[in-house]
């Protein structure tokens, strides 16, 4: 869910102009799934720009806070999440752990890395939302963790249908500073794309897995 229009447009604008997003319909990319793809999408870039990176972690404790007051801790999703979750953290002056996608095979083997308390109230930052797999097995572990999760947020979701039903099945609470629609409606708005290129954009979203095909 998109709390702010003029933070997902914002965040749309900031994204397609640092190139962490790249929209190509006519040179498809092809993801690790094996679907091809006319977006690509790696917030991770976002940390190589000061203003940009401070606009994403003011925007996302500000919502922490509108939506859950202040948490105990904050939670990044390994790997694309630990850079921007710990500078959330840090604005907000709160403890900060990271969850790996499992746990490790040696040392401590542990998959929650950092002090966390049985009880206490986390909020879960990730980069990217795609069918949400990834986000909701870092929750799993958190709840086995005995924490209380109050939500999570990420920079950015394709809106599948599929990330939707995994969130609610999970009963998992979730926002995002931005997400498809605004991304299509801005980078038309600024002729980043044209209006043919928006409706392959726009046909993609609808069946990704046998687009192209």
């Not at 040179?27 to 990176?53: E, H, M």
């Not at 953290?89 to 709160?94: G, H, I, R, V």
């Not at 801005?186 to 928006?198: G, K, P, S, V």
Request: glycine share 8%; with cysteine.
């Amino acid at each position: 869910m998109i709390l702010n229009k003029e933070t997902a447009i914002k965040t749309a604008e900031l994204l397609l102009q640092i190139k962490a997003i790249k929209l190509e319909p006519q040179q498809p990319f092809t993801w690790a799934s094996g679907w091809k793809s006319p977006i690509y999408c790696d917030n991770r870039i976002i940390l190589s720009y000061p203003i940009i990176r401070n606009y994403i972690r003011e925007q996302f404790a500000k919502q922490i806070e509108d939506l859950y007051g202040k948490p105990d801790v904050i939670a990044g999703v390994a790997t694309g999440a630990i850079g921007i979750g710990m500078l959330v953290a840090e604005y907000m002056s709160l403890p900060f752990v990271y969850v790996r996608p499992e746990a490790k095979g040696h040392g401590r083997k542990n998959q929650i890395e950092g002090h966390l308390e049985s009880g206490q109230n986390v909020v879960v930052i990730e980069d990217l939302i795609s069918t949400g797999g990834s986000s909701i097995n870092a929750v799993k572990a958190l709840k086995e963790a005995n924490v209380n999760i109050k939500g999570l947020l990420a920079i950015f979701t394709y809106g599948f249908d599929i990330a939707e039903e995994n969130f609610k099945e999970a009963k998992v609470d979730l926002h995002t500073l931005g997400n498809y629609e605004y991304l299509i409606e801005t980078a038309l708005r600024t002729n980043y794309i044209n209006a043919d290129e928006a409706e392959t954009l726009k046909t993609w979203r609808q069946d990704p897995s046998k687009w192209n095909q």
